[in-house]
């Protein structure tokens, strides 16, 4: 028997690489602007961003709205938002640094940002390389959530990362803060109402 909506995460991941394919035919085309390095830098920052807030939401959705299908696409969105992240960090390693090792530490220890943006992606490992269900069995439920609850300073600093990066305009960045906030107080009543059934 076909699960329910089994078509949703090979719908996500087709679409996920839709903005890829674009940046790639906009840099044959030299069609990413002035400084096409930074464009593809933002937005596949930004499209990990998206990704991880995403994946957030799904939990807050079946509590307020007792909805079932953001539990199937929770993992799906989470694994794009660590594909994204990673695409932004070899993109600047591998295209803006050239490999220059030298460089990069000296951004690291020297620029806020990238220092945080760093922490957000290393965040992101652990969470990544335990997504699987085989993964839930060995650390047994309890400690894969304790473990999956990282996420949540993953969102923090790659918001920071974020709102430092883009210096002026803070606008877009307070949004996706705005937005964590929310997800987060969400989470917090629905396991304080959980909490009080108990």
């Excluded at 959705?61 to 696409?73: D, G, I, N, Y």
Aim: aromatic share 10%.
């Amino acid at each position: 028997m076909a699960k329910p909506l089994a078509w949703l995460n090979p719908a996500l991941v087709a679409g996920a690489t839709l903005p890829v394919l674009g940046l790639l035919a906009r840099a044959a085309t030299n069609d990413l602007g002035a400084n096409p390095i930074a464009t593809a830098l933002n937005q596949l920052g930004l499209l990990a961003l998206v990704m991880l807030v995403a994946s957030l939401a799904c939990t807050p959705l079946r509590l307020v709205f007792k909805w079932t299908w953001p539990a199937r696409v929770r993992r799906t969105l989470g694994l794009l938002a660590f594909a994204y992240a990673t695409l932004h960090l070899l993109t600047y390693v591998v295209i803006d640094q050239q490999l220059a090792l030298q460089a990069l530490w000296d951004d690291v220890v020297k620029r806020p940002f990238i220092t945080v943006g760093l922490l957000a992606w290393l965040s992101m490992v652990p969470l990544a390389w335990t997504s699987s269900k085989a993964s839930v069995k060995r650390l047994g439920f309890d400690k894969w959530t304790r473990l999956h609850r990282l996420v949540y300073a993953t969102g923090i600093l790659a918001v920071i990362h974020f709102w430092w990066r883009v210096k002026k305009d803070i606008t877009e960045p307070l949004v996706y803060g705005a937005l964590l906030a929310l997800l987060l107080a969400l989470r917090l009543l629905g396991r304080k109402r959980q909490a009080a059934r108990q």
